[in-house]
């Protein structure tokens, strides 16, 4: 038995020319019979850093009686000359969240995923107490199960109060200890009761992590890194997967 939420995530390889830059994390949503892969915005494109690739390797895996079979699958990131992926902007600035659309007929036909829907974001009315449990998954330095092709599962807890805009921008905090490559990772709950509503996959996406957050007074040499990280609030996903 493997747990549907391992499933749900996928590692990303960034691409220029076909050489390798950097490791991250994504996940699937689907929508109206769309699918989409998640990750953060300055994966697919970082102005600050020169990060500009040209497409992304994602792994799939292709038999779902031998988890070790898989393949890698390749998004472009332009096509004719146009960004492929959809970013968000609020009155904060960029949002550090991207989706491109994944040519499902393109997929390979026996590909084994979960894919996040509408139905897993958080009601409107729902509450999340500052300290709540959550689970970061991903792929933290690339590191996963090398074998089965798996990401791993970081512990995490709300940090700030949920639901308000931590200094005024889209993202809520977590602490949870992280490294590169967990960009673009679904930041979940587990979903109270039996969660039969939301059937194979009873979680509730709450964000999606970005980056770790430090102070800009920490003295390297003698304070310990904050271990808080930003993760953008997972509704956004509803106005970029819009049609």
């Given at each position: ?5 391992l ?6 390889i ?9 490791n991250?994390?994504g ?5 109206d019979?769309?699918?989409?892969l ?5 994966v ?5 850093s020169?990060h500009?690739p ?9 038999d779902?009686a031998?988890?070790?079979k898989s393949t890698?699958?390749t998004?472009p990131?332009?096509r ?5 992926w959809?970013?968000?902007l609020?009155?904060a ?6 989706v491109?659309?994944i040519?499902?007929a393109?997929l390979?036909?026996?590909?084994v995923?979960?894919?996040f829907?509408?139905e897993?974001?958080?009601a409107n ?6 300290g ?8 933290p330095?690339?590191f996963?199960?090398?074998l089965?092709?798996?990401p791993v599962?970081r512990?995490?807890?709300?940090a700030s ?15 949870a200890?992280t490294?590169?490559?967990t960009s673009?990772a679904p930041?979940?709950m587990?979903v ?6 939301r ?7 709450l964000?999606?992590?970005s ?5 800009g007074?920490?003295?390297?040499e003698?304070?310990e890194a904050l ?7 997972a ?6 997967t819009k049609r």
């Amino acid at each position: 038995m493997i747990d549907s939420l391992l499933l749900t995530a996928t590692r990303v390889i960034t691409r220029k020319q076909n050489a390798p830059l950097t490791n991250a994390t994504g996940f699937f949503f689907l929508r109206d019979g769309r699918l989409f892969l998640v990750t953060s915005r300055h994966v697919v494109f970082d102005e600050p850093s020169k990060h500009q690739p040209d497409s992304l390797e994602i792994e799939l895996h292709v038999d779902a009686a031998n988890m070790a079979k898989s393949t890698h699958f390749t998004i472009p990131l332009y096509r004719d000359g146009k960004s492929a992926w959809r970013q968000g902007l609020d009155t904060a600035g960029q949002i550090d969240v991207a989706v491109i659309e994944i040519d499902r007929a393109a997929l390979p036909p026996t590909a084994v995923y979960f894919a996040f829907t509408p139905e897993h974001l958080l009601a409107n009315d729902a509450h999340v107490e500052v300290g709540t449990s959550m689970l970061v998954v991903g792929f933290p330095l690339g590191f996963h199960d090398t074998l089965h092709h798996m990401p791993v599962v970081r512990h995490a807890v709300n940090a700030s109060s949920f639901g308000l805009r931590f200094q005024g921008k889209g993202y809520f905090l977590t602490d949870a200890r992280t490294h590169r490559g967990t960009s673009g990772a679904p930041v979940v709950m587990r979903v109270a009761g039996d969660g039969a509503a939301r059937g194979d996959l009873p979680w509730t996406l709450l964000g999606v992590h970005s980056a770790r957050l430090d102070s800009g007074t920490r003295d390297a040499e003698i304070d310990e890194a904050l271990g808080l990280n930003c993760a953008w609030y997972a509704d956004i996903l509803l106005t970029l997967t819009k049609r």
